[in-house]
């Protein structure tokens, strides 16, 4: 079945560690996203990407990093500079064409000791 | 800057009532609206969409939404809700011509809590 894996579903980082959280899609979609989700805020843009190679900061860009090496793969690090980084992450694919709707993936549970 | 507003945080409805969400979006192009939902401990879905065309819309699950573009709204309705529809439901907007298409604008959720 096509769809989006997110790893690892948990995940604890001592303060100060940069952390790395893996996204796969075998949908053969040419974007991706990731997205930050808190309790009361909804979801927010934190990178996204529209081809190999190239992405763009999204809304809260500042303490992440990614990278797009591959058409299948847009992994997300968490850096020692994001202030608040206990949240639940959220990557998503999709079409580039008109109309396309998005596919997320369960998600990672970021939780900093 | 495109912004997307939902009315309510926290909605509770016995079994069979009605129900409507609101969603205010702030954008001044043309865009396109979606209403994604989560069900405890599962990830987002898409419940409904809309790209042109009429503008109400028929999701899953008994769901539909309306586009008033005058009123920069794209609500939630369902005539009779049921326990299973309890859940968080985000609103969502894009760009959808231009550079930015694509990208999703999210509201802050709303959580609806039916009761048996």
């Known amino acids: 079945d096509g769809g989006i894996t997110q790893s690892p579903k948990y995940l604890f980082r001592k303060e100060g560690q940069n952390v790395t959280l893996s996204c796969e899609q075998n949908?053969?979609?040419?974007?991706m996203y990731w997205y930050r989700q808190d309790p009361g805020q909804g979801l927010r843009l934190i990178y996204y990407s529209q081809i190999v190679n190239d992405f763009q900061k999204g809304d809260i860009a500042e303490g992440y990093s990614v990278s797009r090496e591959k058409k299948e793969s847009f992994p997300l690090t968490v850096t020692s500079a994001q202030k608040n980084p206990t949240a639940f992450y959220l990557c998503?694919?999709?079409?580039?064409?008109?109309?396309?709707?998005?596919?997320f993936g369960s998600g990672t549970r970021l939780t900093v000791v | 800057a495109q912004s997307v507003s939902q009315h309510n945080h926290h909605v509770i409805l016995s079994e069979a009532a009605s129900l409507e969400l609101g969603c205010n979006y702030s954008y001044g192009g043309t865009v396109n609206l979606f209403w994604y939902v989560q069900y405890p401990g599962q990830h987002l879905q898409l419940l409904l969409k809309?790209?042109?065309?009429?503008?109400l819309v028929k999701g899953i699950k008994g769901f539909e939404a309306e586009f008033i573009k005058s009123k920069f709204s794209f609500n939630l309705r369902k005539p009779s809700v049921q326990w299973s529809d309890t859940a968080e439901y985000f609103c969502?907007?894009?760009?959808?011509?231009?550079?930015?298409?694509?990208?999703?604008?999210f509201g802050q959720g709303t959580i609806l809590t039916v009761h048996p």
């Open positions: 949908l053969n979609h040419d974007a």
């Open positions: 809309y790209f042109s065309g009429d503008p």
């Open positions: 998503a694919s999709s079409g580039t064409g008109q109309g396309y709707g998005y596919t």
């Open positions: 969502a907007v894009n760009n959808a011509g231009g550079t930015s298409y694509g990208k999703l604008t």
